[in-house]
């Protein structure tokens, strides 16, 4: 069964690991024949796996918990060494809830912004313009905020803190006027655009529709409000009493950054201009030119630091 095994890590060429591939092949089929008249099911049940798959492979910890149910029916079995493998295989389960707990918060952000899309698909083709409260609400789930948060949040931190993640799922405080202002500064950009497409009313025509302002005063409203707006967040970002740690609290605020430079001279994101496209160039692949003249001078033998 070794040999067996051994063979699934054979090279291209190998010729003698492919005899041994099918000499092992042949004899496992007979072993399994045999020791299933035996009514040897552990030796059986070995050589049936082996057969199917091999180790290299299968999925480590479920061969492990496959291995440790047949190995239970052996007649001669270490009965200590059972035991631990039980017991670190417990261990190994009771991380694997864990983490699956916590991606669960993550199960429940998607559940949302699919709700939120809803919405806004019943407003649309219920023609149907919401106030810009309605639209707010919704618009700072549906604008994904809080979903690359979470994720962000996840996959990222070590450890993760319930409390923070408890947090993070509720959508209050600096979470809920973080994403109304990228969900405001997405719509100074894009409503246009996506309004000629076809989209449900953004924030502007919301608060155009409710007043009768014009555009122009409409947009002038929105830029106030995001303002104000972040007069919130930096009350909550000082308070030192926020569940949330300082690293967290600084990658909300990033994505609220990104927002402003990504959509302040029109959609960034889906129509993206050579303006957003330079800039991103500049940041990541263009070197800053340095002045050779002062490299030469404070590069040369003998010059004092």
Not at 237 to 244: E, G, T, V
Request: charged share 25%; with cysteine.
């Amino acid at each position: 069964m070794s040999l067996h095994e051994a063979s699934y890590y054979s090279f291209e060429g190998e010729s003698i690991m492919e005899e041994a591939w099918q000499f092992t092949s042949k004899h496992l089929k007979e072993l399994m024949i045999s020791k299933s008249k035996q009514r040897d099911v552990f030796v059986a049940e070995q050589a049936k796996r082996a057969l199917e798959l091999p180790l290299h492979w299968k999925v480590p910890m479920l061969e492990a918990r496959w291995f440790i149910d047949v190995y239970e029916k052996r007649e001669h079995k270490n009965h200590l060494l059972l035991e631990l493998a039980k017991l670190e295989f417990k261990i190994l389960q009771a991380i694997y809830q864990e983490e699956l707990k916590d991606f669960l918060c993550l199960v429940h952000q998607w559940l949302r912004n699919i709700q939120a899309y809803l919405v806004e698909a019943k407003w649309y083709h219920g023609e149907y313009t919401p106030t810009q409260g309605e639209f707010l609400e919704n618009g700072l789930v549906s604008i994904g905020g809080p979903m690359v948060t979470m994720t962000a949040y996840l996959s990222g931190t070590n450890p993760i803190i319930e409390k923070e993640l408890e947090f993070l799922e509720s959508n209050q405080d600096i979470i809920h006027w973080s994403f109304k202002i990228l969900r405001l500064q997405d719509d100074l950009g894009t409503s246009s655009d996506e309004i000629q497409r076809g989209d449900v009313p953004k924030s502007i025509q919301c608060y155009m529709h409710e007043t009768g302002a014009s555009e122009e005063v409409a947009r002038e409203h929105i830029k106030d409000m995001m303002r104000q707006m972040w007069k919130k967040v930096n009350a909550y970002r000082a308070d030192k009493n926020s569940p949330l740690s300082q690293t967290t609290v600084e990658f909300i605020l990033n994505v609220v950054r990104v927002s402003h430079f990504m959509y302040l001279n029109g959609d960034g994101h889906g129509a993206q201009n050579q303006e957003t496209m330079d800039v991103v160039f500049t940041l990541l692949f263009q070197p800053i030119p340095l002045d050779d003249k002062h490299m030469v001078a404070t590069s040369s033998p003998g010059t004092k630091g």
